[in-house]
C-alpha cells in the first residue's frame, strides 16, 4: 500500500491562507490513486473535506469547505494539494491525506486504504 507524506501545516490568522500537500513516500506513487483530504479537530470525527478522481476529472467538497478550498494534483511532482482560502476559526483541525481507489460521493474513512500521519493546521481570530 501507499504511504503518504503530508506537509504545510501551521498557525495563521483567520482570513489567511494555507497549502497542504499530499505526497508518496519514496519508494511509492500517488499516481493509480484517487486521493482525498480529511480533517479530525478535538473531540469531533473525522470529516471529509475533498477528493481527487485519478485522472483530476472529478473533485469533490464538503459544504463547509466549498469556494474556499481547491484541490489539485501535480503528476509531474506525484503530489496532491489543497489549497485553503479565507481560513475561519472552525477550520482548524488535523488534516490527513488518505488514498483510495475512487472518489465516493460520500467520503467515508473506512474506504481509504491509506492514509498519512497529518499536519496540524490552526487559525487565530
Known amino acids: 500500500q501507499v504511504q503518504l507524506v503530508e506537509s504545510g501545516g501551521g498557525l495563521v490568522q483567520a482570513g489567511d491562507s494555507l497549502r497542504l500537500s499530499c505526497a508518496a513516500a519514496?519508494?511509492?506513487?500517488?499516481?493509480?490513486?484517487?486521493v482525498a483530504w480529511f480533517r479530525q479537530a478535538p473531540g469531533k470525527e473525522r470529516e471529509g473535506v475533498s477528493c481527487?478522481?485519478?485522472?483530476?476529472?472529478?473533485?469533490s467538497y464538503s459544504d463547509s469547505v466549498k469556494g474556499r478550498f481547491t484541490i489539485s494534483r501535480d503528476s509531474a511532482n506525484d503530489t496532491v494539494y489543497l489549497q485553503m482560502n479565507t481560513l475561519k476559526p472552525e477550520d482548524p483541525a488535523v488534516y490527513y491525506c488518505?488514498?483510495?481507489?475512487?472518489?465516493?460521493?460520500?467520503?467515508?474513512?473506512?474506504?481509504?486504504?491509506?492514509w498519512g500521519r497529518g499536519t496540524r493546521v490552526s487559525v487565530s481570530s
Open positions: 488518505a488514498a483510495a481507489s475512487v472518489c465516493a460521493e460520500v467520503l467515508d474513512p473506512s474506504a481509504f486504504i491509506s
Open positions: 519514496p519508494g511509492y506513487s500517488l499516481l493509480y490513486y484517487a
Open positions: 481527487i478522481s485519478v485522472s483530476a476529472y472529478i473533485k
